[in-house]
Nanobody, 121 residues
């Protein structure tokens, strides 16, 4: 059974930094894409950053140059380093991973429980 555990959220002043981590556990064969999404109050969930198994990354325009996504394929973790945080980055952040349980079968996607990031002005 897949389990995602997120950590690292909190309250920070504008201009500060936070690092989010997400660890996947279970009888995992491999993980395809991993990513971070966020949802602010009254808004739809939006993509923040993704990273493929080969390390290729994509970022939302709003976070380019400030956030960095990384992964550890041995530990099955994905991190999001957030620098120069702004009040508009305030949201619940969710990790998302695509897991293959056996070779040759399609990947299933899973979501973390969410972690609150609040940036004060």
């Amino acid at each position: 059974q897949e389990q995602l555990v997120e950590s690292g959220g909190g309250l920070v002043q504008a201009g500060g930094s936070l690092r989010l981590s997400c660890a996947a556990s279970g009888s995992i064969f491999s993980i395809d894409d991993m990513g971070w999404y966020r949802q602010a109050p009254g808004k739809q969930r939006e993509l923040v950053a993704t990273i493929t198994s080969n390390g290729a990354t994509t970022y939302a325009d709003s976070v380019k140059g400030r956030f960095t996504i990384s992964r550890d394929n041995v530990k099955n973790t994905v991190d999001l380093q957030m620098n120069s945080l702004k009040p508009e980055d305030t949201a619940v952040y969710y990790c998302n991973v695509w897991v293959r349980w056996r070779p040759g079968i399609r990947a299933d996607d899973y979501w973390g429980q969410g972690t609150q990031v609040t940036v004060s002005s």
